[in-house]
Nanobody, 121 residues
Framework: QVQVVESGGGLVQPGGSLRLSCAAS????????MGWYRQAPGKQRELVAS???????TYTDSVKGRFTISRDNARTTLYLQMNSLNTEDTAVYYC???????????????WGQGTQVTVSS
C-alpha cells in the first residue's frame, strides 16, 4: 500500500507565498516521477510542475519564475514553493507519485487527497 499526503494549503493574499509538501510512504521500491496538478472550479486538472527521479523538472508556463519544485534527499517528499501568487492560482492542488512497489512490478500512479489553495484579498 502506498500513501500520498499533501499539506500546506491555505488562504493567502495576492502577491503572497505558500509552500506545499507531499509525502509518499508505504510499500515503495522506486519512484520515477512526482508532481503537482491543480484543478480550479469549472476547469480541467492541469499539470503545475513535476520532477523525475533523475531530476528533470517541468513547469507549466503560467508558473515559471514563480513556483519552485524540490524534494528531500530520500526522494519521497516533494515540495512546491509558490511565490507571487495571484487569484488565478486558486485551485485544489494534488500531488502524485509514479511508484513501483517491487522490482519487476509495473508502475502505478498514486494520488493525494488534494489541498486547497485560495488566493484572495
Amino acid at each position: 500500500q502506498v500513501q500520498v499526503v499533501e499539506s500546506g494549503g491555505g488562504l493567502v493574499q495576492p502577491g503572497g507565498s505558500l509552500r506545499l509538501s507531499c509525502a509518499a510512504s508505504g510499500s515503495i521500491f522506486s519512484i520515477s516521477i512526482m508532481g503537482w496538478y491543480r484543478q480550479a472550479p469549472g476547469k480541467q486538472r492541469e499539470l503545475v510542475a513535476s520532477m523525475t527521479d533523475g531530476g528533470t523538472i517541468t513547469y507549466t508556463d503560467s508558473v515559471k519564475g514563480r513556483f519552485t519544485i524540490s524534494r528531500d534527499n530520500a526522494r519521497t517528499t516533494l515540495y512546491l514553493q509558490m511565490n507571487s501568487l495571484n487569484t488565478e492560482d486558486t485551485a485544489v492542488y494534488y500531488c502524485y507519485a509514479r511508484v513501483r512497489v517491487m522490482l519487476g512490478f509495473p508502475q502505478n500512479d498514486y494520488w493525494g487527497q488534494g489541498t486547497q489553495v485560495t488566493v484572495s484579498s
